[in-house]
């Protein structure tokens, strides 16, 4: 992969997560989505490290 395309993918990335979070707090109160992504990055992290050791 080109070192630019990697920059777009990184920007659109951290983009979508910062439309997802103003969404999320639009809808819901602010704890509530402090919970929900923390619920999500715990489920992440798993997920990467589940597939970490499974090599």
């Keep these: 992969m080109k070192e ?3 920059w ?3 920007i659109m990335g ?3 997560i910062i439309i997802f979070a103003w969404w999320l707090t639009m809808k819901l109160e602010t704890l509530t989505s402090i919970y929900i992504t923390i619920v999500l990055n715990f489920i ?5 490290s589940f597939q970490k050791y499974n090599k």
């Design 14 to 16: 951290v983009s979508i």
């Design 8 to 10: 777009i993918l990184l």
């Design 4 to 6: 630019w395309m990697a």
């Design 44 to 48: 992440v992290s798993v997920y990467l």
